[in-house]
């Protein structure tokens, strides 16, 4: 489950910013534009930001594969739609620049994700 790392979510002026640390999917889908495959993160309830404005994806924590935020989409939350509510990762192996292969195991991976938005 993604988490905030320690000292956020934290605020600047009116908006809320959160560095979230996240493991990779266990079966990775290849991302296909607009809305399949990737990896699904909802923002709701536990990482302190309801709504994205920005997001920023990093290197993985061994240096392999890195992940990107592809896309920033609305999600159903107790049969309520959210708006910008839910990140599509798009995974890369570093060396090559190529996306991950469909159905690699990508669970031992973790990214750090920079969130922006409202809480």
Same mark, same amino acid.
């Given at each position: ?37 990737? +990896?699904?993160? +909802? ?27 592809? +896309? ?48």
């Amino acid at each position: 489950m993604p988490r905030p790392r320690a000292g956020f979510p934290t605020s600047w002026g009116n908006k809320r910013v959160s560095s979230i640390t996240i493991a990779g999917p266990a079966s990775y889908s290849a991302y296909t534009a607009p809305t399949t495959g990737g +990896q699904d993160v +909802q923002l709701l309830p536990v990482l302190g930001i309801k709504t994205a404005d920005v997001a920023y994806g990093s290197v993985s924590s061994d240096g392999l594969h890195r992940a990107e935020v592809v +896309q920033i989409e609305a999600s159903a939350v107790g049969g309520v739609t959210i708006p910008r509510s839910r990140l599509v990762l798009k995974w890369y192996v570093v060396s090559t620049g190529a996306e991950v292969a469909g159905g690699t195991n990508l669970s031992t991976k973790t990214v750090d994700l920079l969130v922006i938005g409202d809480s």
